[in-house]
């Protein structure tokens, strides 16, 4: 069964406290993975896309990575304002598919 | 630039009435989707769309019925709603399935309470 799962569910870091969130997913002939960032009221805006093994892109504090079986959202010296939850998702077939997504709050 | 617009953004119902959500686009995107967000259970899909006249069900399909009649609008529609369909809704589109065109914009929600 095609699969994406996020961990953690939530995380709380202080401010310049760098950290990773992980997604795994199990998606035969992947199109992409996909990651989102959502403000609370908002709905999910696109970050980046991965599409084979090793590759690695970068906006600001954040950095995603992508193994066969994992993306990483490496989050640098992060900042209050990079507050989200941040969701992960792959195409299957004509639709698109999302983990639950991990929650992230940053404390000043 | 517009981009997706749901109407409305709140709407409280009582058990056994319908309403319609309305999504707009104007980025002539022709694939569509109504995802619901649950608390705990991340984005699931509920109807898509892949081109004006066609939709097909998505993961959590009891209960809603679309319409794509014109390419830039999706309708999302309950009968008769339950307490079981209290949820945030989402609607999506974009250029393609996945790959390069299959990046996905959202509009700001609907906060639908059924009581």
């Known amino acids: 069964e095609d699969q994406v799962t996020q961990s953690p569910e939530a995380l709380r870091l202080q401010e310049g406290e760098s950290s990773s969130l992980n997604c795994s997913y199990t998606?035969?002939?992947?199109?992409?993975l996909f990651w989102y960032r959502q403000d609370p009221g908002k709905g999910p805006e696109f970050l980046f896309t991965?599409?084979?093994a090793g590759e690695e892109k970068e906006k600001e504090r954040l950095k995603a990575t992508l193994t066969k079986k994992e993306s990483f959202l490496h989050i640098t010296a992060p900042k209050p304002e990079d507050s989200a939850t941040y969701l992960c998702?792959?195409?299957?077939?004509?639709?698109?598919?999302f983990g639950a997504g991990t929650r992230l709050f940053v404390k000043a | 630039n517009a981009g997706v617009t749901q109407t409305p953004k709140f709407r409280v119902l009582k058990t056994g009435q319908s309403m319609t959500l309305l999504c707009a686009q104007d980025?002539?995107?022709?694939?569509m989707y109504w995802y619901r967000q649950d608390p705990g259970m991340g984005l699931r899909l509920i109807h898509y769309?892949?081109?004006?006249?066609?939709?097909a069900k998505g993961e959590v399909p009891d209960g809603y019925n679309v319409s794509r009649l014109k390419k830039q609008n999706f309708l999302l529609g309950l009968e008769s709603a339950a307490p079981s369909q209290t949820s945030v809704y989402f609607c999506?589109?974009?250029?393609?399935?996945?790959?390069?065109?299959?990046?996905?914009?959202f509009g700001e929600g609907s906060r639908l309470t059924v009581l």
């Open positions: 980025m002539n995107h022709e694939y």
């Open positions: 991965l599409y084979s």
């Open positions: 998606v035969s002939g992947l199109r992409g």
């Open positions: 998702a792959s195409p299957v077939g004509f639709k698109t598919i």
């Open positions: 999506a589109s974009s250029y393609g399935a996945g790959g390069r065109s299959g990046e996905l914009f």
């Open positions: 769309s892949v081109g004006e006249g066609t939709t």
